[in-house]
């Protein structure tokens, strides 16, 4: 099986039988999964941070860094697979936005990707009709295009889905 790798700041997608898109290494970072049955098309993006305006140039550079232009970045490329220009009949699933490097709730990285995340598909109409956020565990996340199963899997952990 083929996979499309996503790294921090990637976003991407596909709609080929028998590929599977795939994240690793989520602590605080926040993997948002958009999923089109109809057309059997997945899309990933890879958040840091909430705000580019942190880091204008980074966004240019790789706007799935931060959740206010990745999310578009992700719908734009949604749209080109699925031939959906709407945004009508997708599925959100979020996973990720952890506590990993910050136990103290010192900067509150994961809760303000994750909110940050949450207002920016609002502005599309849209949210996660489940997730699997928060904690103190690091995530990998793998999405496959046949099914849509999304499954998580964590160190010591082993896999289950959302």
Same mark, same amino acid.
């Given at each position: 099986?083929?996979?499309?790798?996503? !790294?921090?700041?990637?976003?991407?997608?596909?709609?080929?039988?028998?590929?599977?898109?795939?994240?690793?290494?989520?602590?605080?970072?926040?993997?948002? &999964?958009?999923?089109?049955?109809? $057309?059997?098309? /997945?899309?990933? /993006?890879? &958040?840091?941070l909430p705000e580019s305006t942190t880091n204008p140039d980074r966004?240019?550079?790789?706007?799935?860094?931060?959740?206010? $232009?990745?999310?578009?970045?992700?719908?734009?490329?949604?749209?080109?697979?699925?031939?959906?220009?709407?945004?009508?009949?997708?599925?959100?699933?979020?996973?990720?936005?952890?506590? &990993?490097?910050?136990p103290n709730n010192l900067f509150n990285i994961g809760d303000r990707?994750?909110?940050?995340?949450?207002?920016?598909?609002?502005?599309?109409?849209?949210?996660?009709?489940?997730?699997? $956020?928060?904690?103190?565990?690091?995530?990998?996340?793998? &999405?496959?295009?046949? $099914?849509?199963?999304?499954?998580?899997?964590?160190?010591?952990? !082993?896999?289950?889905?959302?």
């Amino acid at each position: 099986m083929k996979k499309l790798m996503i !790294g921090v700041g990637d976003y991407g997608g596909s709609n080929t039988i028998g590929e599977s898109v795939k994240t690793m290494a989520l602590g605080s970072c926040v993997a948002v &999964v958009i999923l089109h049955p109809p $057309t059997r098309t /997945v899309g990933m /993006v890879h &958040v840091a941070l909430p705000e580019s305006t942190t880091n204008p140039d980074r966004a240019k550079e790789r706007p799935g860094y931060f959740s206010d $232009t990745g999310i578009p970045a992700l719908l734009k490329r949604m749209a080109d697979l699925a031939k959906n220009p709407t945004n009508k009949g997708y599925i959100v699933k979020l996973t990720g936005g952890a506590k &990993v490097m910050d136990p103290n709730n010192l900067f509150n990285i994961g809760d303000r990707n994750v909110l940050a995340i949450k207002k920016n598909l609002w502005k599309y109409g849209m949210g996660p009709v489940a997730e699997d $956020t928060g904690g103190q565990i690091s995530r990998t996340v793998e &999405v496959f295009v046949d $099914t849509g199963k999304i499954v998580i899997s964590s160190p010591g952990r !082993g896999n289950w889905e959302i």
